[in-house]
């Protein structure tokens, strides 16, 4: 049984950090979120932001970026959470890029996944399309 959470921690990036408490909806976008990202760090991905686009797009409420050093990585990055999520019972509806290693796109309806190759980030910088966005803090796991 999973402890209930009693609120999350949003950091903006031009703002003071601030706690909000989520609804409902909101939850299971948020642990999927945070779930995501734990996968991610089994498998030792680089620079992880949860980036919170509700409002700001229609296809997703959060997109999840990050980085492998290296082509396998980022293939064993994307295996690893399509692996973990499934263990939750959480299907992946699209998988994008793995033949290539450079960058990976994983679809989970409410969450979107950007696994890159750490050369290729800097080059596409989708960060940097959401720099008004909240981020949403997994330093510690709530879940």
Not at 99 to 121: A, K, P, T, Y
Request: hydrophobic share 45%; net charge negative; proline share 2%.
């Amino acid at each position: 049984m999973e402890p209930e959470v009693s609120e999350l921690v949003i950091k903006h990036s031009a703002q003071a950090t601030k706690a909000v408490k989520p609804t409902a909806t909101q939850m299971a976008g948020n642990k999927l979120a945070l779930a995501i990202a734990e996968a991610a760090l089994d498998k030792k991905a680089l620079q992880i932001e949860i980036i919170d686009v509700r409002g700001k797009v229609d296809y997703a409420d959060y997109v999840v970026v990050m980085s492998g050093r290296s082509d396998r990585q980022v293939g064993a990055i994307a295996r690893g959470i399509e692996e973990s999520m499934k263990e939750r019972g959480v299907v992946c509806a699209s998988v994008e890029g793995v033949s290539q290693g450079n960058w990976v796109l994983l679809d989970f309806g409410d969450v979107v996944v950007h696994i890159f190759h750490e050369d290729m980030r800097g080059y596409y910088d989708l960060e940097s399309l959401w720099i008004d966005a909240a981020r949403l803090d997994f330093d510690s796991p709530m879940f």
